[in-house]
């Protein structure tokens, strides 16, 4: 029933873009990389349709569309950013970062449950689930259409800053009103796990080799997780580094879905250069490929997918 309805959706799709002449909407699927002595699948969700303008808040748009030029976007045209979670098998332990969209937040994404279907997986066999943060897109995966758990096993980890932010009855007041469905979403999911859940402190390590990573500005207990074997690190980023261009080719500009703005530039200032510093690889959320690593550029940084 879920296969069908997942391999007819990604048929639209297909469909879709062939008639349009679309040809770079981010692919399904996965790929994956030895780490140590666990493996790590980077796992895809589908992707997001949004839009390039308004990407960012404090640049006028003359700026935004000069830049997005230089790497032939165009301002008008679409922002597809593709959606990776992250699944590392170490031990016993198989661990899913975030859990994607599920089927009620946009048609283009929700696709996880036929991406580790693909893999093998099945979501009863996963033993964690670790979440960088609470938005829908890394959320409202957590139940299905018929109201279950989709991960039916896991222990759920998220930061006590993340959970006690979207818990508070009051957020949802304080949220521009385009926002306020986020927050009822967050509320809702996190609800379901609130018996039994385990809330991190930053620097914790919450798994064998994994530290819980302070990078709040995103959201206001926004988590990334170092996934340390021996002296080789992947950095699990979520949306600190959210776009493959401006996120690092422009670390201090402030971002529209950032929600503390100047806490979020002065995160993307403390993570890339210890990122590039320590060599260590990153999967990020909505960059493209999702795993690859740092380099510096010039005096800002350059995202390089793996190929
Ligand atoms: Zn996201």
Request: hydrophobic share 35%; proline share 5%; with cysteine.
């Amino acid at each position: 029933m879920v296969n069908q309805r997942m391999i007819t959706r990604r048929q639209l799709i297909q469909t879709a873009a062939s008639t349009a002449g679309i040809i770079a909407l981010p692919s399904l699927g996965w790929s994956t990389t030895q780490h140590g002595e666990g493996q790590l699948d980077v796992v895809s969700d589908g992707y997001l349709s949004l839009s390039n303008q308004g990407l960012v808040a404090d640049q006028d748009e003359s700026t935004l569309a000069e830049f997005l030029s230089s790497h032939n976007l165009d301002i008008e045209g679409a922002y597809t950013p593709p959606c990776n979670l992250t699944l590392w098998r170490h031990g016993d332990h198989t661990v899913l970062f975030d859990i994607g969209a599920g089927p009620n937040f946009m048609d283009s994404a929700g696709e996880l449950l036929d991406s580790l279907d693909a893999l093998g997986v099945d979501p009863s066999d996963i033993t964690h689930v670790a979440f960088t943060h609470a938005h829908p897109d890394h959320i409202w995966g957590l139940i299905d259409e018929f109201d279950e758990l989709v991960c039916p096993n896991a222990e759920y980890i998220v930061s006590a800053d993340e959970f006690n932010y979207w818990m508070d009855p009051n957020t949802v007041d304080r949220m521009p009103p385009e926002r306020q469905s986020f927050a009822v979403g967050a509320k809702r999911n996190l609800e379901r796990i609130a018996d039994g859940v385990r809330l991190a402190k930053f620097g914790e390590e919450v798994l064998p080799g994994v530290q819980a990573v302070d990078t709040r500005g995103h959201t206001p207990g926004h988590t990334a997780y170092e996934i340390r074997q021996g002296s080789e690190s992947v950095y699990v980023v979520g949306d600190a580094l959210v776009h493959s261009k401006i996120s690092f080719e422009r670390p201090l500009w402030q971002s529209s879905s950032d929600q503390d703005k100047t806490q979020a530039v002065n995160t993307r200032k403390a993570l890339l250069p210890e990122i590039v510093s320590s060599k260590s690889k990153i999967v990020g959320y909505h960059l493209p490929n999702g795993i690859g690593h740092v380099d510096t550029l010039g005096d800002a940084f350059t995202f390089v997918a793996d190929a």
